[in-house]
C-alpha cells in the first residue's frame, strides 16, 4: 500500500501501465485472429507502380518511434534545465516576496 504521494505515483503509473500492455495485448490478439481469419479470402492484388519504393510499415513505425524517443528527450532536457534555472527559488520556503515587510 503506497505511504507517500510518490509512493502512491509510482503505484498508479506501474498500475497503469499494466492495464495498457493487457488491453494491448488483447488488440493483438484480435487482430491476429482476423488476420488469419480472412487470410484466405483476400485475393492477390497486382503491385501498385512505383510501391517497391514505397517505405514498408515497419520502417514507418520505427522512424516514428525514433523521432518521439528524440522529441521525448529534447522535452525531458528542457524541463530539466528549467528546473535547474528556477532552482534559486524552488527550495525557498514560501511566504513574503522579497521586498516586502
Known sequence: MPTTATDY???????TLKTVRQGQQAIVE???AWASAVEKSIPETPALPFSDELPHPQELVQSSFKFAEQLLKAQREFAENILDAAAPVLGKPAGKPAGKA
Open 9 to 15: 505515483t509510482q503505484t498508479a503509473q506501474e498500475t
Open 30 to 32: 484480435g487482430v491476429r
